[in-house]
């Protein structure tokens, strides 16, 4: 597999369209790049001058969605592997699905966020192989497309211009490989410092804008006994997302962009990595983490529930931690905000990068029996109703934004934080292909446990990447 992405570039002001297009090229490149003609078709497609203002709402929805007027008589079979917390989404658009394909059974299965990675790697390439199935594009995606366990998207688009244009935003960019489109992506994501703004507001405290400020609510929270911050780094990503904002803080997305590509000076062992894991290991030795947070589950809720219980008062997390917040403790809505990762002022990289990425998206396996009713159910799954339940639920930022009412602040704030910032940093875990994701993920965890130094950490990664790390197949 040929690997190279190209630097992030500044974004535009359609901010949700640029940074989706930057995760194409990322993602494009595990194999070889964007094909410009597909790119063009998928981006800079002008809506139809029929559909101007003058024209009813509610017909032009219609049309953009291409619902048919009656039921299919076909028949069949479909599985469908989502995160469980996508529910409300998933139900409504396969609800949707059988009104047109009555005669369709889909067999949804809901895994929990954790095991998911593994279950599907597990699964692909057998007999239990999903016919439809969620991911995060990256370097998980590009494994499987390289296998040969994905069916390519692009024919179907062309046979369905309505599914062309409702994704024609380059949405439909990050799921594109070498030129063919595996993914509909439907969910953006990115991680934030949420915190409890009454315990907060109790001890005089504002939300820091730069790293020294943030030290200090650290050992002011400490002072009154409080534990600073919670973390649940049993599944190990959680404890990542300190890791990359450290990395990116300190050096800025490029020394990740060397490393990777195997640029000249590249490496693992570059100086902004060894300075993520030092500030990281700092906080360690602070006592600045809950008890025993390098075994707490995320999925069970140990994160948050000293949070709940005012023992702790902030955590780094994805925006999806509103939604879980909603849902375990709606009295306490009100209690919580969110800050952005604040700056290193000593730091040489970018200061306004956010760490996120398409948290959400679909494709179809090579191995289903009708391509063409699979991608029916993906254009259910990504149309623009499904991104309005997106909002309604508070699962995320929206991978697009035609068609959709945002009234909820919280996540128009999703909105504006990355319409903001000037790169969105993908997730390593996510780009990298999985097992030099999983040394990322195990050496992050080990620095966190003081385990090794950050030195070692780093020379591992590059040892992995130097041995052939980021080649790595499917078998």
């Not at 315990?199 to 006994?225: A, K, V």
Request: charged share 30%.
């Amino acid at each position: 597999m040929s690997m190279h992405i190209p630097a992030i570039p500044a974004r535009t002001p359609r901010v949700l369209l640029s940074v989706l297009a930057v995760l194409a090229l990322l993602v494009a490149a595990c194999t070889g790049g964007v094909d410009e003609e597909v790119a063009d078709d998928a981006g800079d497609e002008e809506p139809d001058a029929e559909t101007d203002d003058s024209e009813d709402p509610d017909e032009a929805e219609d049309a953009d969605d291409g619902e048919p007027d009656e039921a299919s008589d076909e028949e069949g079979e479909l599985s469908l592997w989502y995160l469980d917390d996508h529910e409300p989404q998933v139900a409504d658009a396969v609800e949707r699905f059988n009104e047109e394909y009555p005669d369709v059974e889909v067999d949804a299965r809901p895994v929990e966020n954790d095991p998911y990675k593994t279950e599907l790697q597990t699964a692909m390439g057998t007999d239990a192989q999903p016919d439809v199935f969620h991911n995060w594009t990256g370097g998980g995606l590009a494994q499987y497309v390289d296998a040969g366990l994905v069916e390519p998207m692009t024919d179907y688009m062309e046979e369905n211009p309505d599914w062309a244009d409702e994704l024609a935003d380059p949405a439909i960019d990050s799921g594109t490989i070498d030129g063919e489109v595996y993914a509909a992506p439907t969910i953006l994501g990115a991680a934030y410092m949420w915190y409890r703004t009454d315990i907060f507001d109790e001890h005089g405290l504002e939300p820091p804008e730069t790293y020294d400020e943030f030290l200090e609510i650290i050992e002011t929270l400490q002072d009154e006994g409080l534990a600073p911050i919670s973390l649940a780094n049993g599944p190990q990503w959680p404890g990542a997302f300190w890791f990359i904002y450290f990395s990116a803080r300190h050096g800025g997305p490029e020394p990740f962009l060397d490393a990777f590509n195997r640029e000249e000076g590249g490496t693992f062992e570059d100086e902004s990595f060894v300075e993520a894991g030092e500030s990281l290991q700092e906080l360690v030795e602070m006592d600045a983490f809950v008890e025993g947070f390098n075994g707490l589950e995320y999925d069970t809720g140990d994160s948050r529930a000293p949070l709940y219980a005012g023992d702790a008062a902030m955590e780094l997390m994805g925006d999806w931690n509103m939604n879980a917040i909603r849902d375990e403790a709606p009295d306490m809505e009100d209690d919580f905000d969110f800050f952005e990762f604040p700056a290193i002022e000593d730091g040489t990289g970018e200061q306004d990068v956010l760490v996120g990425g398409a948290n959400g998206a679909f494709s179809v396996s090579e191995a289903v029996d009708d391509p063409d009713l699979a991608f029916e159910l993906v254009r259910y799954l990504s149309d623009s109703q499904s991104a309005q339940i997106v909002v309604d639920e508070a699962l995320g930022t929206p991978a697009r934004t035609d068609g959709v009412e945002i009234e909820d602040p919280v996540v128009q704030r999703f909105v504006d934080t990355i319409d903001g910032a000037d790169h969105l940093q993908h997730y390593y875990d996510q780009f990298l292909p999985p097992d030099m994701a999983a040394t990322h993920l195990e050496t992050t965890q080990q620095l966190f446990g003081l385990d090794i130094t950050p030195e070692e950490a780093a020379a591992e990664m590059e040892a992995e990447a130097e041995a052939g790390g980021l080649e790595e197949e499917v078998e």
